[in-house]
């Protein structure tokens, strides 16, 4: 357990298309910053794992859903994805090379590495904005965990997904009545409105408690068509 007072040990610091990212170890857990700001850690993963359980849930009535997990992070939700037989294929979008070798054969793999090895698991490095933006593949549910949330962006290009027109381009890759499901460290009732406005039906957001400080969300919404 980590204490106020351990220093973080850099394991591996790079620099990439969208800035500098590092993995450290703090105490008994792993954390990735990009750019000076703290993205996520390996300490709990109850609401990583729920974005994925909560779309699941949502899509009644489907032999063996396709998923697309907008961004690797320490693994959670890939690794959630993966040993639920109920899904079909499941791909991942990362579009930091470092994450992605970190799972493939660094400290990460700890979590990741059966879910890796899974046949339905396809991991692509890309930006997830341009992915939805370009992509011919649909799938049943898009599970997006890029940025601390959609008032709060790693960069600022990523701003872009969660506007009228990023919204567009998520239920242009969603099949008809598949699930949005986005990750935010806060609730934001300005992007419940937005999805409404871009047509998305069944807007709610789904409080998951963590151990310290207020809940991480999810925001859930059903395609339109």
């Avoid at 649909?138 to 290009?157: F, K, M, Q, R, S």
Wanted: hydrophobic share 40%; charged share 25%; aromatic share 4%.
């Amino acid at each position: 357990m980590a204490t106020p007072y351990d220093i973080p040990e850099v394991l591996d610091r790079r620099e990439g298309p969208h800035g500098e990212v590092v993995l450290r170890r703090h105490g008994d857990r792993l954390e990735i910053i990009a750019n000076g700001c703290f993205l996520m850690d390996t300490s709990d993963g109850r609401s990583e794992r729920r974005l994925v359980d909560a779309a699941l849930e949502a899509l009644t009535g489907r032999d063996h859903p396709d998923v697309l997990i907008g961004g690797l992070g320490v693994g959670f939700s890939l690794a959630h994805a993966a040993a639920e037989p109920r899904w079909g294929g499941i791909t991942v979008v990362e579009r930091e090379h470092a994450i992605v070798a970190w799972h493939l054969d660094g400290p990460l793999s700890a979590i990741s590495a059966p879910a890796l090895a899974d046949p339905r698991t396809k991991i692509v490095e890309a930006d997830l904005v341009a992915h939805v933006n370009e992509t011919s593949d649909t799938y049943d549910a898009l599970c997006l965990d890029i940025d601390n949330g959609p008032d709060w962006t790693v960069t600022e290009g990523n701003g872009h997904l969660y506007g009228t027109a990023g919204l567009a381009s998520c239920a242009r890759v969603l099949r008809p009545g598949g699930v949005l499901a986005v990750w935010s460290a806060q609730p934001s009732p300005e992007f419940e409105g937005t999805l409404r406005n871009a047509g998305f039906q069944q807007v709610r957001t789904e409080e998951i408690p963590v151990a310290r400080g207020v809940p991480d969300v999810v925001h859930l919404a059903i395609s339109p068509g």
